[in-house]
């Protein structure tokens, strides 16, 4: 950790009043294509909860408990809102600090979850003159630490609704994005783990939070057609492709995915985060401490091509 002299948390973002919502879905939907109508649809999320997504008090929480296990100054910068990115480079610039390492918030490779990163990390950099030297984490699902608390999150959903089956939910992207990464590969992978560990059967993992055109083929099944076809009476969805309970856990798996358990008299539990249970906090100290014994290849996590659907 000696040759580190900062840490900093590079997440999401999310708006923090229902003035922010629309400035805030138009950064981040700045460059794609999808139908203005798709993006007033997930402002209706927003506006749900009261133009406020849960996000960024989340990487604050995460923040506080890494404060007292870390010796470093801890920074935290978004991609998409407020504090942004550059602006935090700038601080970390002006207090001194030159050599800091970066965790991202997401847990899987991916492009959007991981190059992305890298790049919103150089592009920052690039805009602060003088810009400190920031070496990224790679993506950590394998960390044990990480495991154990999907595992833990997981045993306290069985307790409170024994005998219900359980379902892994992740973030859709498009087939294009996930054939150019391991992003379906490792979200199963810690579903095999985590079910071991428990006694349970295979992974059943689905998607959720698609967005784009629907001519464009994304990662399936969705969760709510899942829903549909299960015959199962209880259900246990584990989102464990979110470290947080941010706009898509809440409304997406909480309100939208509940509601229609509900129509089909499914007994509906959606199992916690791994927030900042202490396994996963221990996991990112020990990344900071020890580098990681695996690195993001220079050819991982490619932007999406040209999508293909499969055969």
Known sequence: MSTFDAFLLVSFGGPEKPEDVIPFLENVLRGRNVP?????????????????????????????????????????GNRNWHPMLADTVARMRDNGVRRAVALATSAFGSYSGCRQYR?????????????????????????QGFVSAVEAR?????????????????????????????????????????NQRLGLGAPVLVYQSRSGPPSQPWLEPDIGDYIRGTDSKKLIVMPVGFLSDHMEVLYDLDTEAAALAAERGIEFLRAPTVGTHPSFVSAIVDMVRTKPDYVCQPDCCRPAARPTRPA
Not at 160 to 177: C, D, F, I, Q
Request: glycine share 4%; with cysteine; hydrophobic share 35%.
């Open 36 to 76: 203005r109508e798709r993006m007033l649809e997930v402002a209706e999320h927003y506006y749900h909860f009261g133009g406020k997504s849960p996000i960024n008090d989340q990487c604050r929480q995460l923040v506080s408990a890494l404060e007292s296990e870390l010796d470093l100054p801890i920074y935290w």
């Open 119 to 143: 790049e919103d990390i150089e592009r920052a950099r690039a805009a602060v003159e003088g810009a400190p030297e920031i070496e990224k984490l790679p993506p950590f699902w394998n960390r």
């Open 154 to 194: 997981l045993r306290e959903a069985l307790q409170k609704l024994p005998g219900a089956e359980v379902v892994y939910t992740a973030h859709s992207v498009p087939l294009s994005m996930a054939q150019s990464s391991p992003y379906e590969r490792q979200l199963k992978e810690v579903g095999s783990m985590v």
